[in-house]
């Protein structure tokens, strides 16, 4: 049974009439195969599944979306081997943050051609080590950036990151990343004085955009600064259109992965024409793991605190410092189904095993789940594929980091 | 030098005349062998170095100031193993949180006695592994956790865990545990029908309390819990005061320890009088490690974003995901050094090194940093023994969890 916030509990009837349906095409077939999973394997909790079979199919579906594009796979949202050397097989190239992530991804496989160093906050000798290995493509967003690639990496291909606006994002970027676009003129400018190739202007509308117009907005910005650049003499070849496609699985709906696509291709030729030359990239996460992950815990505790209190506590073997932490604020709402689905529900607060507060997974939100639940029972998060495994604590209250399962 | 939130900054000059200096006594001592080691050992930033010393002092000072307790630390805190043998030889007890906790502190030496299983959200299995071990000191505050007891650790001593209020503590800790007087007494009177000692009754006045006077608020509702549950012939044997001693060295000011001990000693003469036959006990962690710990990371980047940008942003190797997890919605203000101490100061935005908003140190509290700091230079954290390793991500970016030294 499906279990939903209680914004959809409290106006829909029944239950399944909501945004997403668990029954939906390819999540049927990759539930089908996580359940079997499970059922034969006797797993510990709380542990995370990944259904390597549905990542590939992501990655093929937004590669035919969009044609054009070179899709560079946001390590970070997971790492997992498996995941990796999937995507090294599909053919993707990566986006990486770290020396970590650029050994495992040539480890599996990948040419240093085919990754992008795209974290804008790098140590100088981590640039050498990159440059050493092969790579020639770095991001940067500020001048002692830029100097430090051009002292580390001679001669490489830069992108500057131009700030643009994060509206409509569940996970918005903040002013931590990009600079503004008289910024990126003058930086572009300095890194042909100091020898770099200025090669393209890259942006992030924020991790789970709900607006499909967003890139089209920062596509503008990105043409005014390929035109001043010209003025000057600069030709940037390419365009990086960052990450921020969404998962469609989680709680919250979001318009289809073709909207988004078809909305980004419409913006490329409405900017740039149809016979444009750039070098087009993105940098999806999310939309290739999110959707293939299930994230299973178990019930450790059902509790009422006071005897009018109106809330039962679920407390579960999983929470913010091992798995959901991006439920954070409540920014991300899973969609959760549990071992007793079928029978009456009612509503609850969801909270993690450990000693903190902040453990707490959710509270404002209304999840509403079988009143017969007790210790011992399953609870599975659906698209808990991103940004789960990788953020896990090391040992918080003693509790080891989640385990992940790759099939 | 010593630098701090710019609340001090803008009111106070010189920027010693703050609330705590980095000269004060222990902490002079302790600085001076950190940095000694740091200067003798080139070790990887960003680490955390804990002064053992300092530990040991820490804990025979409470001991000292509250003669009648019975210190449990709280090994969530810092569960490093030179933290936990330190505590053994000093001969403290410990309050364990999970199976690799209990583990964790029998291998180091405490016996089964000396361990309170503390958490009220537990496995079955769980709890019959500590009894399994020969714990028999368990904590609930509901009754499904305490028929888990019944059947898994049967015969043991039980607390009930009272909730109470946390205003004052900097790290609240909600309704997430505790339950209401009402409940506390019905639960106590099953725990004897099912055959468990009813034990005690603890609370928790929230982590970092900044007001001293919270203790006896709480105390006052133990007193009329332990009344009411005389009149059902059962008589409480101990009180557990929980955590919420401060840390002394965080750049907000709070009371010395000495005045919460007073505060403390006061409360338990004038609720229970002078010669009171209870069982004392008290959980202290930050009020340990939390000043015995200093975290040093190096600066990665220092940036401005757009030529009218007021505040240079500082991204450091450290950040939310490994080491500085309490600066969440800037719950906790470190006091910060650097390595160009001394030179005139700015108004900074400090962040970590990874591609994730959400990892920003400090952007509301205004610190205030050397002009003239740039990537490559040192910057410590003061006060970071506490919930800082133990929280850090297993690998978010493919950053590696923070090293611990002690020394």
């Known amino acids: 049974m499906h279990l939903h916030p209680a914004r959809s509990w409290r106006h829909c009837q029944p239950q399944f009439s909501t945004v997403w349906s668990l029954q939906g095409s390819h999540h049927g077939a ?28 992501n990655y093929d579906e937004l590669q035919r979306l969009l044609p054009r594009m070179s899709v560079f796979y946001a390590v970070k949202a997971n790492p997992a081997p498996e995941v990796i050397r999937t995507l090294v097989e599909a053919g993707s190239s990566f986006d990486v943050a770290s020396v970590p992530e650029i050994n495992l991804c040539l480890e599996l496989g990948a040419t240093p051609a085919r990754l992008s160093y795209g974290s804008t906050i ?35 291909l830069v992108f500057c990151r131009l700030a643009v606006r994060n509206d409509g994002a569940l996970c918005p970027l903040h002013a931590k990343f990009g600079c503004s676009q008289t910024m990126a003129e003058d930086l ?20 789970q955009q709900t607006c499909v ?63 444009n030359a750039l070098l087009l990239m993105i940098e999806p996460g999310r939309a290739i793991v999110a959707d293939a992950g299930v994230l299973q815990a178990e019930v450790v505790l059902v509790a009422r605190k006071s005897n009018d209190d109106c809330k039962r506590w679920v407390y579960l073997d999983a929470g913010r410092f091992n798995g959901l932490a991006e439920t954070l604020d409540e920014a991300i709402a899973y969609n959760i189904t549990t071992s007793r689905d079928g029978e009456e529900t009612e509503p609850v607060i969801l909270a993690g095993p450990t000693c903190d507060s902040v453990d707490v997974i959710y509270e404002k939100k209304e999840y509403s789940l079988p009143v017969g639940l007790r210790a011992g029972d399953l609870v599975q998060f659906h698209s808990t594929g991103a940004y789960t495994a990788s953020y896990a604590s090391v040992a918080f209250n003693g509790f080891p980091p989640i385990q992940t399962y790759c099939i």
Chains 1, 2 share one sequence.
């Open 30 to 57: 990759q539930m089908q195969r996580i359940q079997a999973f499970l059922n034969e394997n006797n797993v510990h909790t709380p542990c995370l599944i990944i259904d390597l079979d549905q990542v590939r199919r």
């Open 122 to 156: 790098k140590k100088e000798r981590d640039i050498s080590y990159a440059y050493s290995r092969g790579i020639r493509l770095f991001a940067f967003d500020s001048e002692e950036e830029l100097l430090k690639i051009s002292r580390a990496a001679p001669g490489s």
């Open 188 to 207: 572009m400018r300095l890194a042909r004085h100091v020898g770099l190739v200025p090669y393209g202007a890259s942006f992030h509308v924020g991790s």
């Open 213 to 275: 117009g967003q890139w089209d907005a920062a596509l503008s910005r990105v043409k005014s600064l390929l035109a001043t650049l010209q003025e000057h003499s600069i030709d940037l070849q390419a365009v990086n259109l960052g990450g921020g496609l969404p998962a469609q699985g989680y709680a919250d709906a979001v318009p289809a992965v073709s909207e988004y696509t078809d909305a980004i291709n419409r913006a490329i030729v409405g900017h740039f024409g149809a016979r």
